[in-house]
């Protein structure tokens, strides 16, 4: 029994290692690739197709958890979520960089505007608001340096931000700052919004149920800004 744990212990740790190996190999083949190169048109061929599926569920939640007017997607990608939020009545925008997902989002006629928000000068600029913010995906690929401004750039567009960011468990073409959860709470908390822990469980039971794609119901956080308080 012993020597037959000794295996299994062994195994999984050969295997966490080649997995390891296998992760960072990825990272280093796309370190100094441009934007483009990395988020290329196989790579939004992969979105498109693994986030259709997605989109619908994810919008008929959204609406019914928010009932935005507007809604603005931050690092919309190619553009399928909006376009379900438009279908149900939602005043949309979105912002990408990546070329080849701009050429979806412009097929789809869709409000997008082109901005490198790893760009911190960009980062500081204050956009027209909206009633529901939303960034799925996005803030992992970006450099450590911009987290803060990032986080902060969202909370400036509106006083609802649905966010979601890989963890360290798993790792995208080019994972530059992938963290868990506590640690974009944290610097939500820097922008005085707070994690709607309810909202967050609630909506990933919906999502889950509905078959969204697992890394939205892995990663899924709803922050809220916390009203100022009279003195």
Not at 88 to 97: A, F, L, M
Not at 100 to 119: F, K, N
Not at 149 to 164: E, K, M, N, T
Request: a positive charge; one cysteine or more.
């Amino acid at each position: 029994m012993q020597n037959r744990m000794r295996t299994v212990v062994r195994f999984a740790r050969n295997n966490a290692f080649v997995a390891g190996m296998r992760n960072l190999a990825r990272r280093w083949k796309w370190r100094n690739a441009t934007h483009d190169e990395v988020y290329d048109a196989s790579y939004f061929a992969f979105v498109e197709k693994t986030t259709s599926d997605s989109a619908a569920s994810m919008a008929e939640s959204l609406v019914k958890q928010f009932s935005p007017a507007s809604a603005i997607d931050v690092g919309c990608g190619t553009g399928v979520l909006i376009e379900q939020l438009a279908a149900r009545g939602v005043q949309v925008r979105g912002i990408e960089y990546a070329s080849a997902a701009l050429a979806y989002c412009q097929r789809r006629g869709l409000d997008v505007e082109s901005i490198d928000l790893s760009d911190e000068s960009k980062l500081s600029l204050h956009p027209s608001r909206s009633d529901l913010v939303i960034s799925m995906e996005v803030a992992h690929q970006m450099p450590p340096s911009c987290a803060i401004p990032y986080v902060a750039y969202l909370c400036r567009l509106g006083d609802v931000v649905v966010f979601s960011s890989e963890s360290p468990s798993y790792v995208d073409r080019r994972s530059l700052n992938s963290q868990y959860g506590r640690y974009w709470i944290g610097l939500f908390a820097q922008s005085n919004f707070q994690h709607d822990s309810q909202l967050t469980a609630q909506i990933k039971q919906e999502w889950n149920q509905s078959g969204v794609a697992s890394w939205f119901c892995r990663n899924v956080l709803v922050f809220r800004k916390i009203p100022s308080t009279l003195a």
